[in-house]
T-cell receptor, first 116, second 113 residues
Framework: DTAVSQTPKYLVTQMGNDKSIKCEQNLGHDTMYWYKQDSKKFLKIMFSYNNKELIINETVPNRFSPKSPDKAHLNLHINSLELGDSAVYFC???????????????FGAGSRLTVL | GDSVTQMEGPVTLSEEAFLTINCTYTATGYPSLFWYVQYPGEGLQLLLKATKADDKGSNKGFEATYRKETTSFHLEKGSVQVSDSAVYFCALSDPGSNYQLIWGAGTKLIIKP
């Protein structure tokens, strides 16, 4: 059973299009995240939801809109795609803090978006 | 604000060599420290963690010790294998920053047979 699953794994599209990436977790976690990883592997947090409520909304163009229909799902919709949006997008989840007090994230396998 | 600094990669070693990847941090509170690993084509996964000073995290032959006096959490392994080739990320979670994870830039490790 995949703990955090994202679809699609690969997405190739033209500039100006609108696309969505879906994420689901079956871990019962309360918090979900979207991260962007660029070609140099640098990780940047985009959004975080806790029990369907937005708690982190970093400086991200408003063309990016997250949606959390329930606490097991966090989808990412991107409007008017630009070349610079090409990256790998990772979904992750966490159960706030584990028994040792640490905030441990479980990541999906990533969705590679290529904008032509 | 909080930050994590890792040594730049790529780090290239021969199989069975000793590995050290340096990580230092700045934090306002008493953070938990983590190493995550990203194998090619995969998502990140937790490698090890330490939640207080002098704790040693260990997993799969890797170790890191939480050094408060030097604000460091260096990753070590005594004998690396080709299968250890990956990108390694150091991170911290600070209660003073609502436990938000702060990430290092990642260090790519290449192990040659």
């Amino acid at each position: 059973d995949t703990a955090v699953s994202q679809t699609p794994k690969y997405l190739v599209t033209q500039m100006g299009n609108d696309k969505s990436i879906k994420c689901e977790q079956n871990l019962g976690h309360d918090t979900m995240y979207w991260y962007k990883q660029d070609s140099k592997k640098f990780l940047k947090i985009m959004f975080s939801y806790n029990n369907k409520e937005l708690i982190i909304n970093e400086t991200v163009p408003n063309r990016f809109s997250p949606k959390s229909p329930d606490k097991a799902h966090l989808n990412l919709h991107i409007n008017s795609l630009e070349l610079g949006d090409s990256a790998v997008y990772f979904c992750a989840s966490s159960q706030d803090r584990d028994s040792s007090g640490a905030n441990v994230l479980t990541f999906g396998a990533g969705s590679r978006l290529t904008v032509l | 604000g909080d930050s994590v600094t890792q040594m730049e990669g790529p780090v290239t070693l021969s199989e069975e060599a000793f590995l050290t990847i340096n990580c230092t941090y700045t934090a306002t509170g008493y953070p938990s420290l983590f190493w995550y690993v990203q194998y090619p084509g995969e998502g990140l996964q937790l490698l090890l963690k330490a939640t207080k000073a002098d704790d040693k995290g260990s997993n799969k032959g890797f170790e890191a010790t939480y050094r408060k006096e030097t604000t460091s959490f260096h990753l070590e392994k005594g004998s690396v294998q080709v299968s250890d080739s990956a990108v390694y990320f150091c991170a911290l979670s600070d209660p003073g920053s609502n436990y938000q994870l702060i990430w290092g830039a990642g260090t790519k490790l290449i192990i040659k047979p």
